[in-house]
């Protein structure tokens, strides 16, 4: 699936963003947990984690219209966008929901961070068990 881009032009990579890769050799491939990016204002979490080799999944394209791209901010929820309303009711259909859930293609960085940012193991499964 195409990943849809922010609509506007990026910042400077300023902002520090850590990735916690619970399954790391199913995102990327490699055995290494934690990556260490900078991020812009403006962009969106999936899109900084793709830009780097971390492939979260992403079943509409960035659309809002799945919940494969759930992932847990354990850090710096206030240096991201608010949840639109279509975010909260789509994030609620994601296993393993928690009070610091979000929907990455929806979170737009905004503040000057640090951002932790976990990746539930199961986010490669759970596309899968989506009929086509
Ligand atoms: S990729 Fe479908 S909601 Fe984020």
């Not at 850590?18 to 962009?43: R, V």
């Not at 710096?76 to 966008?81: E, P, Q, T, V, W």
């Not at 994030?91 to 990455?104: K, T």
């Amino acid at each position: 699936m195409h990943l849809r881009h922010s609509d506007h032009a990026h910042g400077p990579p300023v902002v520090p963003v850590k990735f916690i890769l619970e399954d790391p050799m199913g995102l990327t491939g490699k055995p290494q947990a934690e990556h260490d990016l900078m991020g812009s204002k403006g962009e969106h979490l999936l899109e900084l984690a793709f830009e780097h080799g971390i492939n979260i999944e992403h079943a509409c394209g960035g659309v809002c219209a799945c919940s494969t791209c759930h992932v847990y901010i354990e850090k710096g929820m206030n240096h991201l966008s608010e949840a639109s309303e279509a975010e909260e009711d789509r994030v609620e259909e994601a296993p393993g929901l928690q009070r610091n859930s979000r929907l990455s293609c929806q979170c737009e960085i905004e503040g000057d961070g640090p951002i932790v940012v976990r990746v539930p193991a199961w986010n490669r499964n759970a596309v899968k068990e989506v009929p086509h």
